[in-house]
T-cell receptor
Framework: GAVVSQHPSRVICKSGTSVKIECRSL??????MFWYRQFPKQSLMLMAT?????????EQGVEKDKFLINHASLTLSTLTVTSAHPEDSSFYIC???????????FGSGTQLSVL | QKEVEQNSGPLSVPEGAIASLNCTYS??????FFWYRQYSGKSPELIMF????GDKEDGRFTAQLNKASQYVSLLIRDSQPSDSATYLC??????????????FGKGTHLIIQP
């Protein structure tokens, strides 16, 4: 099946630094990728929809200047958490669809811990 | 605001029994319904999807959809300890979806007791 690779799997950083998370579709092209955030024992919350070659669409309440999304190619989307703070500590997951949503595949997730 | 509601559990079921997981959704226009399994610290994996009212069976799993009641469920027959995980219900307003994000419930934590 289709594979979505996400890197890094875990990152610990100091408050105020920026962290970049990469999401790659390995064997299919994805014009659209999705970024989710999940706090412990909570649901996956859609943060933004990443569109290749255009600006990302952010969900209400998500700061676009803090969570920078770049979808430079059909196989790569990046999420940069700028000036991270402890409240940004969460599990970030990307996903991409190789067709309809029944072919939606998730990356392995990135556990971000901001000290 | 679209909402997907699930009982967080934990739901404890003896090994070999049927586990029944339930989900309700607020958007009556929802067209696509998905069940994902998520192990602790891992990303979700798709178990089943259903688009039409009624039952859909795949191995030990059966998804049931009732659009009039805005209710979708997942039955797991012959439950195994390896089925212990959090099960996420997800909904999309587009049939089949593709370029639209899913709305997830908080998930039900299922424990299969050996």
């Amino acid at each position: 099946g289709a594979v979505v690779s996400q890197h890094p799997s875990r990152v610990i950083c100091k408050s105020g630094t920026s962290v970049k998370i990469e999401c790659r579709s390995l064997d299919f092209q994805a014009t659209t990728m999705f970024w989710y955030r999940q706090f412990p024992k909570q649901s996956l919350m859609l943060m933004a929809t990443s569109n290749e070659g255009s600006k990302a669409t952010y969900e209400q309440g998500v700061e676009k200047d803090k969570f920078l999304i770049n979808h430079a190619s059909l196989t790569l989307s990046t999420l940069t958490v700028t000036s991270a703070h402890p409240e940004d500590s969460s599990f970030y997951i990307c996903s991409a669809a190789s067709g309809g949503n029944e072919k939606l595949f998730f990356g392995s997730g990135t556990q971000l811990s901001v000290l | 605001q679209k909402e997907v509601e699930q009982n967080s559990g934990p739901l404890s079921v003896p090994e070999g029994a049927i586990a029944s997981l339930n989900c309700t959704y607020s958007d009556r226009g929802s067209q696509s319904f998905f069940w994902y399994r998520q192990y602790s610290g891992k990303s979700p994996e798709l178990i089943m999807f259903i688009y039409s009212n009624g039952d859909k069976e795949d191995g030990r799993f059966t998804a049931q959809l009732n659009k009039a009641s805005q209710y979708v469920s997942l039955l797991i027959r012959d439950s195994q300890p390896s089925d212990s995980a959090t099960y996420l219900c997800a909904v999309n307003e587009v049939l089949g979806g593709g370029a639209d994000g899913l709305t997830f419930g908080k998930g039900t934590h299922l424990i299969i007791q050996p």
